[in-house]
C-alpha cells in the first residue's frame, strides 16, 4: 500500500521560512515523479513544484526563487524549503507521487495535507 505522509506545517511570519518533509512507503518512489500542491480556501489545488525522478523541476512562477524542493530516493523522501514566505502562500500543502513520473500532472498518490499559514 502506497503510503505519503507529510510534516513541517505551521504558522509562521511573513518574510520567513519553513520547510515540509513527505516520506513515502509502499513502493520505489525513485522512479516517480514527486511534488508539492497546495489548496487554500475557496480556491482549486495547485501545482507548486514538481521534481523527475532524474532531478528535473516545475516551479510554479509564484514561488520561484522562494522554494526549493529535493529528494533523497535512499530515504523515499522529498523536501519543499519555502522561505520569503508570504499570507499568499497560505494554504493546505499536498505531497503526490506519479508513478509516469510527469512534471505537470499529479500522480494518484496524495499525503493527508499539512497546514501552512502565514500571518503576522
Known amino acids: 500500500q502506497v503510503q505519503l505522509v507529510e510534516s513541517g506545517g505551521g504558522l509562521v511570519q511573513p518574510g520567513g521560512s519553513l520547510r515540509l518533509s513527505c516520506a513515502g512507503s509502499?513502493?520505489?518512489?525513485?522512479?516517480?515523479?514527486m511534488g508539492w500542491y497546495r489548496q487554500a480556501p475557496g480556491k482549486q489545488r495547485e501545482l507548486v513544484v514538481v521534481?523527475?525522478?532524474?532531478?528535473?523541476?516545475n516551479y510554479a512562477d509564484s514561488v520561484k526563487g522562494r522554494f526549493t524542493i529535493s529528494r533523497d530516493n535512499a530515504k523515499n523522501t522529498v523536501r519543499l524549503q519555502m522561505n520569503s514566505l508570504k499570507p499568499e502562500d497560505t494554504a493546505v500543502y499536498y505531497c503526490?507521487?506519479?508513478?509516469?513520473?510527469?512534471?505537470?500532472?499529479?500522480?494518484?498518490?496524495w499525503g493527508q495535507g499539512t497546514q501552512v499559514t502565514v500571518s503576522s
Open positions: 509502499g513502493t520505489i518512489f525513485s522512479r516517480y515523479a
Open positions: 503526490n507521487a506519479d508513478p509516469y513520473n510527469r512534471l505537470s500532472v499529479p500522480g494518484q498518490y
Open positions: 521534481i523527475s525522478s532524474g532531478g528535473s523541476t
